[in-house]
């Protein structure tokens, strides 16, 4: 059975193009559903929608977010979708099985004053480690990008001189231009003049942020950067990049920015995910 995964997940690479996150999430939702069927069955013909209900009861039952059962669900659809399609089966078992309602949890936002709070900390020091997290937390919250985006940026991405930053969407095959407040401008140019310099190993290094060996900054390194400096501004609650994100988002919103506006700077591809904003402002947060 897990031959027939293998090849899907292939097919994810090749044909839809998709991300090393978004395909390590299907490996993970379809290797546990797999887990749970192959102590019931040993070929997928016998996969029936009786079974694959059980099993999100099973998860269920484990107390799951509904948000991630909605997901593996999703990952189960669309497996079974690439079996029929591919001549493995001749009948789709999920053809009548309903996605799972997930219930909407309203972002997390922290206010502007711990926002400044934060930021005010790399400051305190004029290190190339500090000048470059500077920049970082300047930019996540002058931009509102995810932290992927953040990690992926090169150096030819910024441009100082007009105070704008290109984000390139994998998925989507598309980019945005986004604008830069004047204070993460100058972080960035800072970092790239005194920063930078003084991380980067190999002068053909085209990422833009650093870590100490000199090598583009990842994922998990940037969340513990700002593990780090929430710890050392004495902020209580839980702030991860996403947070910053979501109050980049919230508080243009309340400072009048267009909701259309917002949707095109996170680079939303529909509205609707953008429209929970207003909610968080209607509350004053």
């Known amino acids: 059975m897990r031959d027939k995964l293998d090849t899907f997940l ?10 090393d996150n ?12 797999v887990n749970f069927l192959s102590r019931h069955v040993s070929n997928w013909d ?6 694959i209900t059980a ?3 099973y998860m269920k039952e484990r107390e799951y977010a ?33 996605s799972p309602k997930v219930k909407k949890r309203l972002p997390r936002t922290i206010p502007a004053d711990d926002v400044e709070r934060l930021l005010a900390e790399p400051a305190k020091s004029s290190t190339p480690k500090a000048l470059r997290d500077r920049a970082l937390l300047e930019l996540l ?28 969407q994998k998925r989507a095959g598309k980019e945005r231009i986004l604008p830069l407040y004047n204070r993460a401008r100058k972080a960035l140019e800072f970092y790239l003049q005194k920063g930078r310099l003084q991380l980067v190993r190999d002068p053909k290094e085209p990422a833009l942020f650093l870590n100490h060996r000199g090598q583009r900054l990842t994922r998990q390194g940037l969340w513990l950067i700002i593990k780090d ?31 259309h506006e917002i949707q095109k700077l996170l680079g939303h591809a529909n509205i609707s995910t953008t429209q929970i904003y207003a909610q968080l402002s209607r509350r004053g947060e």
């Open 22 to 33: 978004t395909l390590a999430a299907y490996r993970n939702d379809l290797t546990q559903f």
């Open 141 to 168: 919250y002058a931009t509102g990008m995810r932290v992927t985006e953040a990690v992926s940026l090169n150096v030819d991405d910024l441009n100082v001189p007009s105070a704008t930053v290109r984000v390139r």
């Open 229 to 259: 400096y929430v710890e050392k501004a004495g902020i209580d609650t839980e702030v991860t990049p996403h947070t910053l994100r979501h109050s980049f988002a919230t508080h243009t919103l309340k400072e009048g920015a267009d909701l």
């Open 10 to 19: 292939t097919c994810l690479i090749e044909e839809k193009g998709y991300s």
């Open 46 to 51: 016998q996969v029936d929608l009786a079974l």
């Open 66 to 98: 509904s948000s991630t059962v909605a997901r593996k669900v999703a990952a189960i659809k669309s497996f079974f979708h690439h079996l029929v399609a591919t001549g493995t089966l001749a009948d789709d078992p999920t053809a009548t099985l309903d």
């Open 55 to 57: 099993y999100i009861l």
